[in-house]
């Protein structure tokens, strides 16, 4: 759990970061989102004390962070920097072992690390590991880039942007691979983006910031349906609202008994996939499955009545 | 080629078809104009390096038929040397060599190689004794003890100073580094010593370390005085201190900002940043500043002769007050060839530490 208890960072007069107040329960995704100099990455960077407050405090499971210097800090906490940040001298392999080496972990115990890694980006260990970073696409970088960070098996994970260089397709697939690593893992996210519709997605709880305030902080369907203020509302957009809102809600939730025709979707995508098939192909209704097996149907009719309750 | 009654009077013009009998001139004129001539098409940069090879084996065969030939009954002291159309085309090859290189760029192994074939080669004409009648020789053999230790103190002054510069520079470098107030105020002053013409910098040693050798008991001691080895060392230490500093600084500053963060948010300490991160990455560019100190250093050592500090430079002032052209070539030559050298070595090095990513990318 990290608890930030009214924290203020200003740089020479100016408030980056004012009076924040938030908790991140653990095993949970916080989405820290907001316009660019709205002071998300200063927040992040204040978690791991990349950057002094200038008031207040963060907690980290009851503990104060300043009670434990910085450097050892920043070693149980993974950071993945916006950008990537990777070492263009170090090999993949080297590149990931980062923390684990300065963790001294045993050489073979990192390598088995690296390479269980690698898996879990889809990236061939034996092709990739002894590349450098100038070789990798700009997706792979960010990848290599989020692998370190996870490396050392942290228990709290702080990322700033770390889809910002990726294609929308590759983005969607990096965030949930993300999601299933985290559910995997139960480790403890905080992510910036400015993104509202990576936040959605991605959060358990959104926290979204304006001109250095926390101006919302509540789980995304809330964000969704009752903005606190304008420019909460502004970053949602008011036209696609219930899209917004139908991507949040899977398919279990309306399906009813029968049948329908055509190619069958899993029963926890949302109904905003299932909306998109159903205008896409013209179809009335989708057949829904669980486990490869069929378990019943979404209609057009019921995602609409959906749609307008959230309105 | 000229040929001259001794070693002081301006000698008189020979021309290259008449050095020597014509059927031991005709090969060395006609691998000459070959290899000039194989330099001419701009595509193929082999068929170009094998022209300039076979264009200064021409030259060489002149000079080894061309010296003994002219010497014969022109009496005790005469002297014979390369004029200005040898040096010429000698140039004119070289650039063609250094050209048709640069275009093939061999790799760092491949250059080290080649330089060293080409130290071998030139050992072994010297040591053959083919080039014995040139004037240069002549003045060698009459010297060899003095020239023995005249290279001795110009290695001693050239990489010594060096060293020393690098053992002050680092640190001063890596404290500029980590502090930019600092780096305000040391960089200004080094460039300003940098400044200063360098024989007035040897002529201010002389009254600044003789006041010391005076005044400071236990200082002559040490072999501190107004004139000779240490105050030429001194300069030398002066100057290169600047580019020491200078490219440690930029070295370090080179590694990209986001490195520089991410190294930090994963908790290295500063000391493991510098080992990890940012020397790695920068240590191309501080070895181009030791490459910088090192050839003007060595070309700088040759003023250090002026104060009695020995080196190469001996020869230049001595030829230098005798009129004696050869005199000057024998401490000109070897200079020009340490500097090359030291040049290439220095540049191989570079490219060897340079980090894979980016020889590759
Ligand atoms: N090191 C710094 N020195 C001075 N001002 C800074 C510094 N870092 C950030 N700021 C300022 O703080 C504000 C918030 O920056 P940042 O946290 O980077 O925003 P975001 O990540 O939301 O784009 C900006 O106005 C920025 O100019
Ligand atoms: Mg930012």
């Keep these: 759990m990290i608890e930030i208890d009214r924290i203020t960072k200003v740089y020479n007069g100016v408030t980056a970061v004012d009076a924040v107040t938030m908790t991140a329960e653990s095993g949970t995704i916080t989405v820290i989102v907001g316009t660019s100099g709205s002071g998300k990455t200063t927040l992040l960077r204040m978690i791991n004390r990349l950057e002094?407050?200038?008031?207040?405090?963060?907690?980290?499971?009851?503990?104060?962070?300043?009670?434990?210097?910085?450097?050892?800090?920043?070693?149980?906490?993974?950071?993945?920097?916006?950008?990537?940040?990777?070492?263009?001298?170090?090999?993949?392999?080297?590149?990931?072992?980062?923390?684990?080496?300065?963790?001294?972990?045993?050489?073979?115990?990192?390598?088995?690390?690296?390479?269980?890694?690698?898996?879990?980006?889809?990236?061939?260990?034996?092709?990739?590991?002894?590349?450098?970073?100038?070789?990798?696409?700009?997706?792979?970088?960010?990848?290599?880039?989020?692998?370190?960070?996870?490396?050392?098996?942290?228990?709290?994970?702080?990322?700033?942007?770390?889809?910002?260089?990726?294609?929308?397709?590759?983005?969607?697939?990096?965030?949930?691979?993300?999601?299933?690593?985290?559910?995997?893992?139960?480790?403890?996210?905080?992510?910036?983006?400015?993104?509202?519709?990576?936040?959605?997605?991605?959060?358990?709880?959104?926290?979204?910031?304006d001109g250095g305030q926390l101006v919302q902080h509540a789980p995304p369907a809330e964000i969704v349906t009752k903005p606190a203020t304008g420019f909460v509302a502004d970053m949602v957009g008011d036209m696609e609202r219930p899209l917004r809102l139908l991507s949040l809600v899977p398919l279990s939730e309306v399906m009813e008994d029968g049948d329908a025709p055509g190619e069958a979707l899993p029963a926890d995508s949302s109904l905003r996939d299932a909306l998109s098939a159903c205008l896409w192909t013209g179809r009335t209704a989708v057949p829904v499955e669980r486990d490869g097996l069929p378990a019943g149907r979404v209609t057009l009719d019921a995602i609409r009545a959906r749609a307008e309750l959230g309105a | 080629m000229t040929i001259a009654a001794n070693r002081i009077v301006a000698g008189e013009g020979v021309p290259a078809w008449a050095v020597a009998a014509p059927a031991l001139v005709a090969p060395g004129l006609a691998a000459v104009v070959l290899g000039l001539l194989l330099g001419l098409p701009l595509h193929w940069p082999r068929l170009r390096l094998l022209g300039a090879v076979i264009g200064l084996g021409g030259l060489l065969w002149l000079l080894m038929q061309g010296a003994p030939a002219l010497l014969e009954g022109a009496g005790d002291y005469a002297r014979v040397s390369p004029a200005i159309g040898f040096w010429c085309l000698l140039t004119i090859l070289m650039l063609l060599m250094a050209d048709a290189l640069a275009q093939l760029a061999p790799g760092p192994v491949m250059r080290g190689a080649m330089l060293g074939g080409v130290l071998a080669t030139l050992a072994l004409i010297l040591w053959s004794g083919a080039l014995a009648p040139l004037s240069v020789m002549q003045e060698f053999s009459s010297r060899r003890a003095a020239f023995a230790d005249a290279a001795l103190r110009h290695l001693a002054l050239a990489f010594g100073s060096l060293a020393t510069a690098a053992v002050i520079g680092f640190p001063v470098g890596l404290l500029c580094h980590r502090n930019q107030r600092l780096r305000g105020s040391v960089l200004p002053v080094l460039s300003f010593l940098q400044t200063i013409p360098s024989l007035a910098m040897f002529g201010l040693m002389i009254p600044i370390l003789g006041w010391i050798a005076l005044n400071v008991p236990g200082a002559r001691a040490f072999g501190i005085a107004g004139i000779g080895f240490t105050p030429a060392f001194l300069a030398l230490v002066l100057y290169s201190l600047l580019p020491v500093v200078a490219n440690t600084v930029a070295g370090l500053a080179a590694a990209p900002p986001t490195a520089i963060e991410a190294a930090r948010g994963m908790g290295m300490t500063p000391n493991q940043r510098l080992l990890r991160v940012e020397l790695p990455l920068g240590l191309p560019i501080i070895l181009t500043g030791l490459r910088i100190v090192l050839v003007q250093n060595i070309g700088l050592a040759?003023?250090?002769?002026?104060?009695?500090?020995?080196?190469?430079?001996?020869?230049?002032?001595?030829?230098?007050?005798?009129?004696?052209?050869?005199?000057?070539?024998?401490?000109?030559?070897?200079?020009?060839?340490?500097?090359?050298?030291?040049?290439?070595?220095?540049d191989i090095l570079v490219e060897l530490t340079r980090p894979d990513a980016t020889r590759t990318a």
């Design chain 2, 302 to 346: 040759v003023i250090a002769g002026l104060i009695g500090g020995g080196g190469f430079g001996t020869f230049v002032f001595q030829g230098l007050n005798q009129t004696a052209t050869d005199l000057i070539l024998l401490g000109a030559l070897p200079t020009v060839a340490l500097a090359l050298v030291s040049a290439i070595v220095m």
């Design chain 1, 52 to 209: 002094e407050p200038t008031s207040g405090e963060v907690r980290i499971n009851g503990e104060s962070t300043l009670a434990t210097k910085p450097h050892l800090l920043r070693r149980r906490i993974g950071y993945a920097i916006q950008g990537h940040g990777l070492f263009p001298h170090h090999s993949v392999a080297r590149n990931i072992g980062a923390v684990p080496r300065l963790l001294n972990w045993p050489k073979e115990k990192i390598s088995a690390r690296v390479d269980e890694l690698l898996t879990l980006f889809s990236m061939e260990p034996d092709q990739f590991r002894d590349r450098f970073p100038a070789e990798l696409s700009g997706g792979q970088q960010q990848r290599v880039g989020v692998a370190r960070a996870l490396a050392s098996r942290p228990d709290v994970l702080l990322m700033d942007e770390p889809f910002g260089a990726l294609d929308p397709i590759i983005r969607a697939r990096a965030q949930d691979d993300l999601r299933r690593i985290q559910r995997a893992l139960g480790s403890t996210i905080v992510l910036v983006t400015h993104d509202m519709e990576e936040a959605i997605r991605l959060g358990d709880m959104v926290a979204v910031m």
